[in-house]
C-alpha cells in the first residue's frame, strides 16, 4: 500500500514502530545496556543448562541450594563492601549460586554422611571444585566464573585445593567466595558437622585472617556482621 493511501491511524502506528526501533537501536549503542543484556544471556544460558543438574542436586541435597544462596547472598554484600565493579559482582552471584554445583558426582552415603570422613572420602569430597570446573568451563561468561568456583577452597597460604594455589594467585571473587562459604557452613547444621553458629564462625575467619583468609576480606564481612548482616 502506497503512503498516501494509508489512513492517519495507520502511519501514527507505523511511525510508532519505528519509533521503538530507533530507541533499541540506541539502546544497543550503550555499553551499559548491552552489558545488562549480556548479563541477561548469562543467566539465562545458565539456567538452562544448569537446570537439570541443579534440581538433581537439589533433590539429593536440599540443604546445599539454601547453603548457596546465603553464601551467595554474603558473598555479593562483601563485594559490594569493598567496592568490587557491577560486573565482578555479578560474577560472583553466578559462581555462588552453583559454586558446589560439583557434589552432583559424590555418592550419596558420602555427602549425607554424619560422622568424620575417612582419607578416600575426603578425596572424593575434594574434587569437587574441579568437577564444576568441568561443568562450566564452556559457558561464555564475561568473567572467568569457572574459575572463580574451581578456586573457591584455595588458600591464601598455599594450604587449600585443588591446586594448592597461595596468594593473589587465588582470583579475588574467589578469595571473596572461600570466607562466606566457611561462615555460612559453620554456623549452620551439616550432616558430618553440628551448627556451630555464628560467632564461632567469625572466630574463625578473625583466627585466620591473613594466613587461610584474605584480610581485606575478613574485614568487609566482620564489618557487615557488626553492622547486623543476617543471612536471608
Ligand atoms: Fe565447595
Not at 537439589?58 to 551467595?72: A, F, W, Y
Not at 555479578?90 to 549460586?97: K, Q
Not at 588458600?155 to 570466607?179: C, F, K, M, Q
Not at 564461632?200 to 575478613?218: C, K, Q
Amino acid at each position: 500500500m502506497r503512503d498516501e493511501d494509508k489512513t492517519r491511524a495507520q502511519l501514527l502506528e507505523e511511525l510508532a514502530a519505528l519509533r521503538r526501533e530507533l530507541d533499541d537501536l540506541q539502546a544497543y549503542a550503550d555499553p551499559e545496556w548491552r552489558r545488562q543484556e549480556k548479563w541477561r544471556q548469562n543467566f539465562r544460558q545458565l539456567q538452562e543448562m544448569l537446570e537439570g543438574v541443579v534440581a538433581v542436586l537439589g533433590c539429593r541435597v536440599p540443604d546445599l541450594i539454601e547453603h548457596q544462596r546465603r553464601v551467595t547472598h554474603l558473598a555479593c554484600a562483601i563485594a559490594e563492601e569493598m567496592g568490587l565493579s557491577t560486573a565482578q559482582i555479578e560474577s560472583l552471584a553466578i559462581a555462588g549460586m552453583v559454586h558446589d554445583i560439583g557434589k552432583v558426582f559424590i555418592p550419596l552415603k558420602i555427602l549425607n554422611k554424619s560422622g568424620a570422613l575417612d582419607p578416600a572420602e575426603m578425596a572424593l569430597i575434594q574434587a569437587h571444585p574441579r568437577a564444576a570446573h568441568y561443568i562450566l568451563k564452556d559457558l561464555d561468561f564475561d568473567r572467568p566464573v569457572a574459575e572463580i568456583i574451581v578456586q573457591h577452597h584455595e588458600r591464601l597460604d598455599g594450604s587449600g585445593y585443588p591446586g594448592g594455589l597461595a596468594g593473589e594467585d587465588i582470583l579475588l571473587e574467589a578469595r571473596i567466595l572461600a570466607v562466606p562459604d566457611v561462615v555460612e557452613a559453620m554456623a549452620y547444621a551439616r550432616p558430618h558437622r553440628v551448627n556451630l553458629g555464628i560467632n564461632t564462625a567469625l572466630e574463625e575467619i578473625s583466627r585466620n585472617r591473613g594466613t587461610l583468609y584474605d584480610p581485606e576480606v575478613v574485614d568487609a564481612c566482620l564489618r557487615l556482621f557488626d553492622r547486623g548482616f543476617d543471612f536471608l
